[in-house]
């Protein structure tokens, strides 16, 4: 018996709409992430990108759970000394809500070139509206 590796040109492409309102954080994350990087389907393959689109919509509507909007802190660096810059979730979601959902995902995904590759199909938007209509993406419920 042989093992069964997709061809590139065999893999079909979907497109999802997820409605983040009122979901938790790290549980919509992981469901976003099995999609983009192909895990939901029969033919998944480690090494090779076989993952979906994923449109998320209401994400300044996401929820977490406990005293995280008062404590979870985001940090990054400039590079420079003393360039540790912190911003608590609270004013992340005002600045830019879809960052969030990004960064959750971002940190379930694989930390190489296909990660990277896998992220790009993700599309966040902060209201309702998307500009993806053309690509009739399917709505599910996470």
């Known amino acids: ?5 997709p061809k590139k040109e065999e893999i079909a492409r979907k497109w999802y709409l997820v409605d983040a309102k009122d ?5 919509l994350a992981t469901k976003i992430a099995r999609i983009l990087s192909g895990k939901n389907k029969p033919i998944y393959t480690p090494h090779i990108d076989t993952g979906d689109f994923v449109v998320v919509i209401n ?14 802190i985001y940090y990054h660096h400039s590079r420079y000394p003393g360039g540790l810059k912190e ?9 830019k809500p879809e960052e969030i959902i990004k960064r959750a ?3 379930m ?4 070139r296909l990660g990277r590759k896998m992220l790009k199909r993700l599309k966040i938007y902060p209201d309702s509206n998307h500009p993806h209509q053309a690509q009739n993406p399917e709505p599910i419920n996470l």
Do not use: D, S, W
Request: positive net charge.
């Open 59 to 72: 994400a300044k509507e996401v929820r977490v759970t406990g005293k995280k909007e008062e404590n979870k």
């Open 23 to 27: 979901k938790i954080l790290g549980r």
């Open 109 to 112: 995904l694989p930390k190489n």
């Open 87 to 95: 911003e608590p979730l609270k004013k992340l979601r005002q600045r």
């Open 1 to 5: 018996m042989r093992t069964y590796i």
């Open 105 to 107: 995902v971002k940190g």
